[in-house]
């Protein structure tokens, strides 16, 4: 195989991206990390898994750091036996670690005691896309959590999968690739405590849905602070109708996330230093973390991509980077609303450009968020873009500042 030539001044781009695990009340309590390689090619590479990994996992702690990029969260690791094989304990904090063993690694004696040495270090230890007549259900009486992938087991067969086949497991089950509610409900009720998919944030998947007062409510409250000819003033009443608005907008401020150096005292003056193109922007945000029923992961996802687009838009010159945050922050309305994203538009009053960039019609800024959109799902070689100039340094990069900033102003908004 012909190697592809890398320029002298290049940097290598680590590409890092992470899907949430939830509990059974939907709380982030880890990340599986995904890795891909790392060229600018368009096509698929296919590498090495012990290298990938291998490499992936030493840029995480190294470079990056495993605070920015799970924060107090644990890492969901893929591994394969010669990941296996490494000196895991001095790469990795062990309490925060589960190593997923891939499907593909042979079970044999050897193997499993290697995981009873990594479990006896303090490494939990998962058993990665387990399905029905698993050949390594030998080793489930040897491992933490047992992965079910819902993809290949039919639903027919699940509750067999779990009280037969995994009949005396005492770990945790993990069921992946999560696409729906009833889906959801129905590994919630066979014992899964840990789910991981998308089902958190498309619509109509989440248990309890928005009332028609949550809707409306913040349907209005876009359509308020949407409107291009909104004055401060007008801003100032909007916010002076939620008082739980008015604090979060204020506590906002205050932290680190904008870096203003002295307490802000007012709406008014809060508002003045922000500048309405990031008012219409938070006040979004806020008005999207209101409805209830609808997960923390969710209002960090829409925080990831508004950054994530911003800071693309900034670094690759594509558009203005204000409408590409609010292209990003917007781009989850269908899923808090539970509503097609067409006829949630019908009812705001945003530019033609946001409209087609969430619709996905043909723009730059359609182009942008389609990137992020493919990187966020770890298809990094297709998160490329020839036609923006977005690559893969730019996407790594933009990912890692979009986590940072995401995780910093969730702290200070969402959890307050």
Same mark, same amino acid.
């Given at each position: 195989?012909?190697?592809?030539?890398?320029?002298?001044?290049?940097?290598?781009?680590?590409?890092?991206?992470?899907?949430?695990?939830?509990?059974?009340?939907?709380?982030?309590?880890?990340?599986?990390?995904?890795?891909?390689?790392?060229?600018?090619?368009?096509?698929?590479?296919?590498?090495?898994?012990?290298?990938?990994?291998?490499?992936?996992?030493?840029?995480?702690?190294?470079?990056?750091?495993?605070?920015?990029?799970?924060?107090?969260?644990?890492?969901?690791?893929?591994?394969?036996?010669?990941?296996?094989?490494?000196?895991?304990?001095?790469?990795?904090?062990?309490?925060?670690?589960?190593?997923?063993?891939?499907?593909?690694?042979?079970?044999?004696?050897?193997?499993?005691?290697?995981?009873?040495?990594?479990?006896?270090?303090? $490494?939990?230890?998962?058993?990665?896309?387990?399905?029905?007549?698993?050949?390594?259900?030998?080793?489930?009486?040897?491992?933490?959590?047992?992965?079910?992938?819902?993809?290949?087991?039919?639903?027919?067969?699940?509750?067999?999968?779990?009280?037969?086949?995994?009949?005396?497991?005492?770990?945790?089950?993990?069921?992946?690739?999560?696409?729906?509610?009833?889906? $959801?409900?129905?590994?919630?009720?066979?014992?899964?405590?840990?789910?991981?998919?998308? $089902?958190?944030?498309?619509?109509?998947?989440?248990?309890?849905?928005?009332?028609?007062?949550?809707?409306?409510?913040?349907?209005?409250?876009?359509?308020?602070?949407?409107?291009?000819?909104?004055?401060?003033?007008?801003?100032?009443?909007?916010?002076?109708?939620?008082?739980?608005?008015?604090?979060?907008?204020?506590?906002?401020?205050?932290?680190?996330?904008?870096?203003?150096?002295?307490?802000?005292?007012?709406?008014?003056?809060?508002?003045?230093?922000?500048?309405?193109?990031?008012?219409?922007?938070?006040?979004?945000?806020?008005?999207?973390?209101?409805?209830?029923?609808?997960?923390?992961?969710?209002?960090?996802?829409?925080?990831?991509?508004?950054?994530?687009?911003?800071?693309?838009?900034?670094?690759?010159?594509?558009?203005?980077?204000?409408?590409? $945050?609010?292209?990003?922050?917007?781009?989850?309305?269908?899923?808090?609303?539970?509503?097609?994203?067409?006829?949630?538009?019908?009812?705001?009053?945003?530019?033609?450009?946001?409209?087609?960039?969430?619709?996905?019609?043909?723009?730059?800024?359609?182009?942008?968020?389609?990137?992020?959109?493919?990187?966020?799902?770890?298809?990094?070689?297709?998160?490329?873009?020839?036609?923006?100039?977005?690559?893969?340094?730019?996407?790594?990069?933009?990912?890692?500042?979009?986590?940072?900033?995401?995780?910093?102003?969730?702290?200070?908004?969402?959890?307050?």
């Amino acid at each position: 195989m012909q190697e592809a030539k890398v320029r002298v001044d290049e940097r290598p781009v680590v590409c890092v991206g992470r899907q949430a695990i939830l509990d059974q009340d939907r709380k982030v309590v880890g990340y599986e990390l995904l890795y891909r390689d790392s060229s600018n090619s368009q096509r698929a590479n296919v590498i090495d898994d012990t290298a990938a990994t291998a490499t992936v996992v030493v840029n995480t702690v190294a470079e990056m750091g495993c605070e920015t990029v799970v924060g107090k969260r644990d890492m969901f690791i893929n591994c394969s036996r010669e990941v296996l094989e490494l000196d895991l304990g001095t790469l990795l904090p062990p309490d925060k670690v589960v190593l997923e063993i891939l499907e593909s690694v042979e079970v044999n004696e050897s193997l499993i005691e290697r995981i009873d040495e990594l479990r006896g270090m303090g $490494f939990r230890i998962a058993l990665d896309d387990v399905v029905t007549e698993d050949p390594r259900s030998q080793l489930v009486e040897h491992v933490d959590l047992v992965k079910v992938d819902l993809m290949s087991v039919p639903e027919r067969s699940l509750e067999r999968l779990v009280k037969t086949e995994l009949r005396g497991f005492t770990g945790q089950l993990l069921a992946e690739k999560v696409e729906d509610e009833p889906i $959801f409900e129905l590994c919630r009720g066979l014992g899964f405590g840990l789910f991981q998919g998308y $089902f958190f944030c498309k619509p109509n998947v989440v248990a309890q849905k928005a009332s028609p007062e949550d809707r409306s409510n913040v349907i209005r409250i876009l359509s308020e602070v949407r409107r291009p000819d909104i004055t401060v003033d007008e801003a100032v009443e909007l916010i002076r109708q939620d008082v739980t608005v008015s604090y979060r907008l204020l506590k906002c401020l205050n932290s680190v996330v904008f870096g203003v150096r002295h307490p802000v005292e007012s709406l008014r003056q809060a508002l003045v230093l922000l500048g309405m193109p990031r008012v219409r922007a938070w006040l979004s945000l806020m008005a999207l973390s209101m409805v209830k029923g609808k997960s923390s992961e969710l209002m960090r996802l829409a925080l990831v991509r508004a950054n994530m687009c911003q800071e693309l838009a900034r670094v690759c010159q594509i558009g203005e980077p204000d409408t590409l $945050f609010t292209v990003g922050l917007l781009s989850v309305l269908d899923a808090v609303l539970d509503l097609p994203m067409g006829e949630v538009l019908e009812q705001l009053p945003l530019s033609e450009t946001i409209k087609h960039a969430l619709l996905g019609q043909a723009s730059p800024e359609a182009d942008v968020l389609g990137s992020v959109l493919e990187y966020e799902q770890g298809q990094f070689v297709r998160a490329v873009s020839e036609r923006t100039g977005i690559d893969l340094d730019a996407l790594s990069t933009a990912w890692l500042v979009a986590v940072r900033r995401a995780d910093s102003t969730a702290s200070a908004l969402l959890d307050c």
